[in-house]
C-alpha cells in the first residue's frame, strides 16, 4: 500500500492511502482505499447495469482515472486477481453483478483508480514521495474510511505519526513541520 505523506501536495492523493492492484515494468495501478463517494452501489446500479439493485455498500474514488467500477472483496471464485491473502480484485460486469446480488460484507467498490505510467511509481518512491506498507486484508475492509490514513501512516513510520517533515511541506498541522 502507498500513504500519502502529509506533506503531499497533490489534491488527487492527499491524505490517502492506495492499495496498488498491479505493478510492472509497465506501469502501476491501484484504487484509493478512503475516498468515500457518499453514495451506494444501489444508488448508482441503474446507471451502470440499467437494473436496480439492493446493495448498500458505498462507492469509493479509486482515484483521478476514469476506468471500470473496481470491486475488491474476499471470495477467490468471483476474482480475476488475488492482490494478497484476502484480498481479491474483480473489474468483470457479471462477476461484480453477483457480488452485488447477494449484498456481501467484506466488499467494497471503487470508481475509477490511480494510475502510473512505466517507471513512473519507482521515480515517486525513490524521491520519498510515498510511505509503503503491506496491504492486509483488515485495512482494506474493517478500517473506517476516516481512520485509514492515520493507521496506516502510523504504521509506515513506526508508533509516532509526527516525524518532521521539511518546513516547507505545507502540512495541514504545523507542528508537522
Not at 452501489?41 to 440499467?50: L, P
Not at 492482490?83 to 457479471?94: Q, R
Request: aromatic share 8%; glycine share 10%; net charge negative.
Amino acid at each position: 500500500m502507498l500513504i500519502a505523506p502529509a506533506y503531499l501536495s497533490d489534491p488527487n492523493f492527499s491524505r490517502s492511502v492506495v492499495l496498488m492492484i498491479q505493478h510492472d515494468g509497465e506501469g502501476a495501478f491501484g484504487v484509493i482505499l478512503n475516498r468515500p463517494t457518499g453514495r451506494s452501489i444501489a444508488d448508482v446500479w441503474e446507471e451502470v447495469r440499467g437494473n436496480e439493485c439492493d446493495c448498500r455498500q458505498e462507492v469509493h474514488v479509486g482515484g483521478p482515472v476514469t476506468g471500470p467500477l473496481v470491486a475488491l472483496h474476499t471470495e477467490p471464485a468471483l476474482s480475476e486477481m488475488a492482490i494478497v491473502d484476502g484480498i481479491y480484485c474483480t473489474m468483470s460486469a457479471d462477476k461484480i453483478e453477483e457480488i452485488v446480488s447477494a449484498d456481501r460484507k467484506l466488499v467494497r467498490f471503487y470508481a475509477g483508480y490511480s494510475g502510473w505510467g512505466g517507471g513512473q511509481l519507482e521515480s515517486e518512491l525513490s524521491t520519498g514521495s510515498w510511505l509503503t506498507i503491506e496491504a492486509n486484508a483488515n485495512t482494506v475492509f474493517r478500517t473506517p474510511n476516516d481512520e485509514i490514513w492515520a493507521q496506516a501512516t502510523r504504521e509506515a513510520s513506526g508508533s509516532d505519526t509526527r516525524r518532521p517533515f521539511p518546513p516547507t511541506s505545507g502540512a495541514d498541522d504545523p507542528s508537522w513541520n
